[in-house]
């Protein structure tokens, strides 16, 4: 079985992320051991300089490094990543499953994204679209994505 961590930068606070990121986790779970870290996100001024936003992104880059299980293969979620389908994203992860690499780990960074540490450890830099989304609304919306890839790799008539 898939070994798959979430980590993520900040913690879901609305419940209604709250509770459709907790259905998706649910559903994941004859597919594969799941496991959610959450990071504290670094605090930072209302408008802060780019000095600001380098040093807090280099501090949760080193606490996200630091959570990263043992051996996991890393994708990390970036505006500038790579698009793919849900279908490619499925045949992606089968690939890697076939490859002997059964424990993945995926990471959303903060609002103001990823250490470019993290990303430089990434096997695949993926983006959702060219749009902006909260970064709240991403977790919930990789998680189904995830969900789906499992559902398309097992003829599942879900992803119709």
């Known amino acids: 079985m898939m070994n798959i961590t979430l980590l993520t930068v900040g913690k879901l606070k609305e419940k209604f992320y ?8 649910k559903r994941l779970s004859p597919f594969c051991r799941f496991e959610l870290v959450e990071l504290t996100e670094e605090r ?3 408008d802060p300089s780019p000095a600001q936003i380098s040093a807090a992104l280099e501090k949760e880059g080193k606490a996200i490094l630091a959570r990263l299980p ?22 992606q992860m089968d690939q890697w499953a076939g490859g002997g690499k059964s424990n993945l780990a ?8 990823l250490h470019p540490s993290v990303k430089q450890q990434a096997a695949l830099r993926l983006s959702m679209s060219p749009m902006t989304f909260p970064h709240h609304l991403a977790r919930v919306m990789l998680l189904e994505q995830i969900y789906r ?10 992803h119709k």
């Open 70 to 91: 043992k051996n996991a293969l890393l994708t990390a979620m970036c505006v500038e990543g790579k698009l793919l389908s849900s279908e490619a994203l499925s045949a």
């Open 44 to 46: 930072l001024p209302q």
């Open 18 to 25: 709250i509770e459709a990121a907790a259905e998706y986790q």
């Open 106 to 113: 995926f990471v959303i960074g903060g609002s103001f994204g």
């Open 149 to 158: 890839a499992f559902q398309i790799s097992g003829g599942s008539r879900y």
